[in-house]
Every structure is written in C-alpha cells, then in structure tokens.
C-alpha cells in the first residue's frame, strides 16, 4: 500500500471511530474505502474488523461516565454478544457471503423502526406497569432482551455495518435507561462482538495488517472526538442521526 493509500484509511478510520461511538455504522466507511483501494472483500471485512476493535475501546472509555452501576448489565449483556460474536466471524469464514447479505437491509431497516418507535413504546410500557402497580423492573432486561443481543452479536461478527443502530433500537426498548447511557452500553457491546471475532480472523485468516493498523489508528482519534460530540448531544438528535445512518446503510448495502 502507497502513502497516500494509508492516510485514505487513516481518515476513514477516524470518521467510522467518531460514527461508531455515537451511533453506529462506520464500517460503512472504511469496508468501501478497503474495497476501492483494491483489497478483497472478504480481507477486506476482516481487515476493518481488526482494525476498529482499538476505537471501539476508545469509544467505550470515552463515554465510561455513562456506564456507572452497570457493571453486572454489561456482564450479563456482553456474554450474550461473546456468543452472537463468535458465531458470526466463524459464519464469515466458512458461508457464501449471499446467504446473509439478503437479509442484512432488513435488520437495519427494523432497528431504525426500533429507533423511531422506542419512546412510545416506553411510555405504554411504562403506563401499563403504573396500572398494574409495578414498581421494579429486571435491571438487566427479558431474556428476550439477551437473545436480541445475541443475533446482534452474530451480525457484527459477520459483517458489522450498522451493528450499533440494531443495538441502540432493541436496548432502548429492553431497558429503561437514558439514551446516552444506552449509547455507552452499545459502545462496549460492540467492541466485545469486533474484539472477539477480530481475535478469531487473526488465528484463521490473512489480515492485510497495514491497512488494519491504518483505520486503527484513526478509529482511536476519531472515538475521542465522538465521545465528546456524543456527550453534548439531546436524544432527539441522537435518534436523527441514527435514522440517517441506517437509512444511508440500507442503501448502499442494496446497491
């Protein structure tokens, strides 16, 4: 790779490590940026996979404030995206990349709705459970809840993009939780589901290490900087942008 082909990935790297600590979908950036400097799409995959699992630790310390008295939440949730991680990189590695291509638009498309949908849904939720005479609630959500976690993890493991908008929708509906701190729990979430499957492209796979080093460290740079942004932003912008970006991701993954 030529000088100019690294500092390329360097900056795509930045802009999906800021993506992916607010929202989600920065493989969306660099797989395209991989694929047009020429790198096959299976390394290519593999190689950005790698590549962000440094912004992806970034992103979670940056938004750690968020992620106070979570600890046995993110334990319980982030053993489900161990699992749905694991499964994914090894689908990647031994299934033709159509079978799950076809419904990868879909998964998206219902986290956005997810999205879109989740403060109505918490409030009749919330409504039903003042009738009933609720008043505590299972911290760590519905075993629902860890499933859907898990299916996420899979898709991560597999191909990534948009990854956190699946979770952002279905842990906005599964925990009555602010939205930036939900945006925390997704950031390290996310990074378990790249680290462990990153963990297993290394050992069974040739990962073109320039350019992962590349996007890693502008991932890292990028993180900080959304950290930052992330923190300023009110929850309707949140879900904007969120929209925008699966929105985005649905239509380059139909093209």
């Known amino acids: 790779m030529s000088w100019l082909d690294l500092l390329a990935l360097l900056a795509a790297g930045a802009a999906a490590g800021l993506i992916n600590t607010v929202v989600g979908s920065g493989t969306l950036v660099t797989f395209p940026t991989l694929l047009a400097l020429g790198v096959p799409p ?3 995959n593999v190689s950005n996979t790698i590549g962000l699992v440094p912004g992806s630790v970034s992103g979670a310390l940056a938004t750690r404030g968020e992620l106070g008295g979570q600890r046995s939440r993110l334990i319980r949730l982030g053993a489900a995206s161990l699992v749905g991680g694991v499964v994914g990189a090894l689908l990647l590695l031994k299934l033709p990349s159509s079978a799950f291509d076809a419904i990868v638009p879909i998964l998206i498309g219902i986290g956005c709705v997810l999205v879109i949908v989740q403060p109505a849904l918490s409030r009749r939720i919330a409504a039903r459970r003042e009738r009933l005479g609720i008043t505590e609630s299972a911290p760590h959500g519905s075993i629902w809840l860890w499933l859907a976690v898990m299916l996420t993890g899979v898709y991560g493991g597999y191909f990534g993009a948009a ?3 699946l979770l952002i929708g279905v842990l906005g509906i599964g925990l009555a939780e602010h939205l930036q701190r939900i945006n925390a729990i997704k950031n390290v979430l996310a990074g378990l589901v790249n680290g462990v499957a990153g963990l297993i492209f290394v050992f069974l796979y040739d990962v073109n290490w ?8 502008g991932s890292v740079i990028g993180a900080q900087v959304g950290g930052r942004v992330g923190k300023k932003l009110p929850p309707i ?3 904007v942008v969120i929209v925008v970006v699966g929105v985005v991701a649905i239509v380059n993954l139909l093209r």
């Open 237 to 239: 912008v949140y879900r």
């Open 163 to 165: 990854q956190g908008v």
């Open 42 to 44: 299976v390394t290519a």
């Open 210 to 217: 320039w350019a992962a080093g590349a996007i890693a460290v």
